[in-house]
């Protein structure tokens, strides 16, 4: 049986990390299923526990920039002044990593990515325990995201030993990742930091064509998140786009009821309001794409809890805040998009 604990059980949470044992923790974005990022048998276990393929690498929370260099070299100005600005929060910065890294940590990669969580009982558990935390999020592997501590214990009660409830995920959407190891710094996975808030700093950022769109056949995942399939409710999901997407989406709903399925949609607030009597979940205003981010996941898993054999989401500009809602919204759904342009 897992515990759920309070921040208060930092010490035992501590003590777990360091004797090689598995803890879920709050972030700002999604709960992490931490381990001693040191400890190769213990990252090895939430490979195991999250059923989650080897070849996809981890990110390393840090508490502050002073232990960045045991983990990742060539940490240049660049570098130093992403950090100064978004650290706290939502951007992992990739770089060649040390050799203190283990290789199960990377996956084999020669970089490794690194973030300071903008989270109290993240960074208190990675003080307590006196080491970086190597976190996916605490899920099973595929599914979407855990933004509460129930969600994290809906997939992994007596998985692991014990999950720290830090309250609901303010961002609620992963971290942004930045690879840095190149001459040209290049966005891996959009996410809570947006790209046009890294191009005040680094106007020659550019973004990863695998944001958008699936791996092209055998190429290697440089970051989480970049699988074609990822985030996934467990029924059929599709996202439709264009200009006349409300009344596709209607149609869509309505021809599904009639082959005697049970359909749901998945919308901002403005086109829910377009589509009654039927059923569907609601995001929050297309105009403010952050708030409709931060519940992107758990309306996922509504979507499991609906009872619905079948969902169609709308789609939103992929910029902004956009572009890392469109990249988990095409994930969870396959890349299955109907266009009605």
Not at 87 to 107: C, E, M, N, S, Y
Not at 247 to 252: I, K, V
Request: proline share 9%.
């Amino acid at each position: 049986m897992t515990a759920v604990a309070k921040p208060g059980d930092l010490r035992e949470a501590a003590r777990l990390i360091r004797g090689g044992e598995l803890v879920a923790f709050p972030t700002e974005t999604v709960y992490g299923l931490g381990a001693d990022a040191s400890n190769p048998d213990a990252v090895r276990d939430i490979f195991r526990a999250k059923g989650r393929p080897s070849d996809n690498p981890l990110i390393a929370h840090i508490a502050d920039v002073s232990m960045w260099p045991a983990l990742a070299r060539d940490i240049d100005d660049r570098a130093l002044s992403l950090a100064d600005r978004f650290w706290p929060g939502p951007l992992t910065i990739v770089l060649p990593r040390t050799d203190a890294v283990p290789d199960i940590v990377t996956a084999g990669l020669d970089t490794v990515g690194v973030r300071v969580p903008a989270h109290p009982v993240a960074l208190a558990l990675i003080r307590e325990s006196g080491r970086a935390l190597a976190a996916p999020s605490a899920n099973r592997s595929g599914k979407p995201s855990p933004t509460t501590a129930k969600a994290v214990l809906d997939d992994m009660d007596g998985v692991i030993p014990m999950i720290l409830d830090g309250g609901p995920c303010r961002v609620g959407m992963e971290s942004t990742v930045l690879d840095m190891s190149q001459s040209t710094p290049i966005v891996l996975r959009p996410g809570g930091v947006t790209v046009e808030a890294l191009r005040a700093i680094l106007p020659d950022v550019i973004v990863d064509p695998s944001a958008l769109a699936p791996l092209a056949d055998g190429q290697r995942a440089a970051s989480p998140g970049m699988r074609h399939r990822h985030y996934s409710p467990s029924i059929p999901l599709s996202v439709v786009t264009g200009l006349d997407r409300v009344n596709a989406l209607r149609s869509l709903y309505d021809d599904a009821l009639a082959k005697g399925l049970s359909p749901i949609l998945l919308l901002c607030d403005e086109s829910a309001a377009k589509v009654p009597p039927r059923r569907c979940i609601a995001l929050g205003s297309y105009n403010d794409l952050e708030r409709v981010s931060s519940r992107l996941f758990g309306a996922l898993r509504d979507l499991d809890r609906s009872g619905a054999s079948i969902a169609y989401a709308e789609s939103f500009p992929a910029e902004g805040a956009g572009l890392a809602l469109m990249n988990r919204l095409l994930r969870a759904a396959g890349f299955s998009v109907i266009n009605t342009d």
